[in-house]
């Protein structure tokens, strides 16, 4: 309990060198016991994820830097930055913050880091919580069906639009934002002012190299599924119901695989549904923290 006491009372930006000694950094939030979050993109700096639409208010919100991203250190090594090497960032960080075991929650892409971590160390968590994750780890399709999910913003004025430019190919930098730009009311629930306030700050949070080294060179783990099906830690999906990557089908799909998972589709909400639905994302998040017992 002391641990858990200083983490509630510490602020400001910490660092940590993870196991090949690449100085990590991350940020706390909030109050309340400690809740690990590790951010996506892939290759996107903490800062996107702000205080969880308010989940700050009941959790210590641990905002991990992913390595080469927002202020922790670049690599030596760029084959670190895939997916599968991230796990062991998240260990690192476990181990420096002295829990036995912790709740970790992650987003987007990090769903996939997340689910490899829970295979890996199912006994260091007591609770996992994927927001909108990303499959690609599983080899479950994260598009299933999409055409569905298009067809209820049709009636949207930006519509014709974004779906034109999400299925474009840029020929160069400039064109590939201004696609970004056009495609990105997709991502949320309401093209409101607080959504384009976050995705017009995308940009200037990811770092190539992170992203590019996501996914370079990975290859689906065959016995992924078999090794989530026996997590007995208590498992929550949330995914938006306008969400394109993943669907909320494909998300459906994921929970066949875990034996110990609950799913909340949230209405009116896209790929941050902290953004679009602040008081239904907190309120999700925090009822399956408090009403499903840590694993013994």
Do not use: K
């Amino acid at each position: 309990m002391i641990v858990l006491r200083c983490l509630a009372d510490s602020v400001g930006m910490q660092r940590f060198p993870s196991w090949d000694g690449t100085v990590l950094a991350y940020r706390l939030v909030g109050s309340g016991p400690p809740l690990v979050c590790v951010p996506g993109g892939p290759g996107q700096a903490a800062e996107y994820l702000g205080e969880l639409g308010g989940l700050s208010d009941h959790r210590t919100l641990i905002l991990l830097e992913n390595r080469g991203t927002g202020v922790s250190q670049v690599p030596q090594d760029p084959a670190t930055y895939r997916v599968d090497r991230l796990v062991q960032d998240v260990e690192a960080l476990r181990r420096h913050l002295g829990l036995e075991r912790m709740d970790l929650l992650g987003h987007s892409a990090s769903g996939g880091t997340c689910l490899l971590y829970a295979a890996e160390h199912p006994h260091r968590l007591d609770h996992l919580v994927l927001v909108d994750p990303s499959l690609r780890v599983t080899g479950i399709p994260s598009d299933l069906a999409v055409d569905e999910v298009l067809a209820q913003r049709a009636q949207e004025p930006w519509y014709a639009d974004a779906v034109t430019a999400l299925r474009a190919e840029a020929t160069s930098p400039q064109e590939l934002e201004r696609y970004r730009w056009l495609s990105a009311p997709l991502l949320y629930g309401q093209w409101n002012a607080a959504a384009q306030v976050q995705a017009a700050a995308e940009p200037a949070q990811f770092v190539a190299q992170a992203t590019d080294g996501f996914y370079a060179g990975f290859e689906p783990d065959p016995q992924l599924p078999n090794r989530l099906a026996a997590l007995t830690a208590p498992v929550l999906l949330v995914v938006g119901e306008y969400d394109i990557w993943p669907t909320r089908a494909a998300v459906r799909e994921l929970a066949t695989l875990l034996n110990n998972a609950d799913l909340a589709v949230l209405p009116r909400a896209g790929h941050f549904p902290w953004v679009d639905t602040p008081a239904a994302f907190t309120a999700s998040v925090q009822a399956f923290l408090a009403s499903h017992p840590a694993v013994p």
